[in-house]
């Protein structure tokens, strides 16, 4: 059992997510269970208001520490041993290594900050890791913590009834002839039919020799990984 908690100001966003495909099947099967919290549930009557102009001006409100403090200490009170994350394009980057990483807990609990951010006091107090999903910013730490709820919850046992899937895919140590670093991005797939408007699957994978396609989809890894690199480093123009 996978215990999750989200804390968010909009929590309506999660409820088509945790009802939807293999999240939904986890909850359903009792793999995972997931709490959502209204932040607003811990703000002053009568205006229930999570939000202010920050000191030192500027543009944007910033999220009151108060509330949203109160929600992290209500969610800690059930999950005592969580880790509580933070979604913040300052946080740490998430890789298939940090997913790994926490697929191993028992529980976690997600801030999902909205607006310009969250007061540093928050931060400072309750808060145990800062993650982002990439250099750019979105409207809130909503979609950010359900990307890192499927990147964990694949890796967690039965969730996934084929569990080599998770091993011979992008970024996986095994990945390709099982020296990989967990560096490199699948290679090319192919399914039925052999020919489609003109282009054909490679000879190789129909092959049925085993070492020969383990070979080929390495050397593709690593063809497809440069080629990302390589266009990720280009200057911008």
């Avoid at 009802?19 to 986890?26: D, E, F, P, R």
């Avoid at 020799?209 to 911008?236: C, D, G, Q």
Wanted: charged share 25%.
């Amino acid at each position: 059992m996978w215990n999750v908690e989200l804390l968010t100001i909009f929590p309506d966003i999660f409820q088509s997510f945790l009802k939807t495909s293999l999240v939904g099947k986890a909850v359903t099967r009792g793999l995972l269970t997931a709490t959502v919290t209204d932040i607003r549930d811990f703000a002053a009557a009568p205006h229930y208001k999570v939000d202010d102009s920050p000191y030192g001006g500027g543009a944007g409100m910033v999220m009151l520490p108060e509330p949203l403090v109160k929600a992290v200490e209500a969610a800690k009170s059930r999950l005592p041993n969580a880790p509580v994350i933070l979604l913040s394009p300052a946080g740490r980057r998430l890789t298939q290594a940090k997913a790994a990483e926490l697929s191993q807990t028992d529980s976690i609990i997600f801030v999902c900050g909205r607006y310009e951010g969250v007061d540093q006091r928050v931060i400072d107090l309750v808060v145990d890791q800062e993650i982002s999903i990439g250099d750019f910013v979105v409207m809130g730490g909503e979609v950010p913590a359900m990307l890192v709820i499927e990147a964990c919850l694949r890796l967690r046992p039965d969730v996934i009834h084929n569990s080599e899937s998770t091993h011979q895919e992008s970024f996986s140590p095994a990945l390709g002839d099982g020296s990989g670093d967990g560096t490199l991005v699948e290679a090319p797939q192919y399914t039925r039919p052999e020919e489609f408007r003109g282009l054909r699957v490679p000879d190789t994978l129909l092959s049925g020799n085993h070492a020969s396609i383990a070979k080929w989809r390495f050397s593709e890894a690593k063809l497809k990984t440069a080629t990302l690199k390589a266009s990720k480093e280009k200057p911008r123009e």
